[in-house]
């Protein structure tokens, strides 16, 4: 997946690292960090489809992929699109 194509999928901020989705998103208060998480877990257990999370201050990062065909699939898309929601709803910003 190129950039180009994360573009036009609207996954802005996102980067493709190996066979993974990444990003991180600037929390700038613990706090809004842990909310952004449990908004992602909620999303995650609801799409049966499980990130790969880092909360620390003053960031999230996450990481989405398809184990079981090693690489990104439409799950990853949709579910960073859902997250990519989360991040605007809280005023992250992904870097």
């Known amino acids: 997946m190129s950039t180009a194509e994360l573009a036009e999928a609207g996954l802005t901020g996102w980067r493709v690292t190996g066979e993974a989705l990444t ?3 600037r929390t700038r208060k613990f ?3 842990l909310e ?3 908004r992602i877990g909620a999303s995650a257990e609801e799409a049966n489809h499980h990130p790969d999370l880092t909360l620390t201050y003053p960031e999230v990062g996450v990481t989405l992929s398809s184990h079981d065909v090693g690489g990104i699939t439409s799950r990853d898309i ?3 699109r859902t997250i990519g929601g989360h991040a ?3 005023g992250a910003a992904a870097e």
């Open 23 to 25: 990003v991180t998103f």
């Open 31 to 33: 706090s809004a960090g």
């Open 36 to 38: 952004l998480v449990n």
């Open 78 to 80: 949709d579910l960073a």
């Open 88 to 90: 605007a709803d809280l």
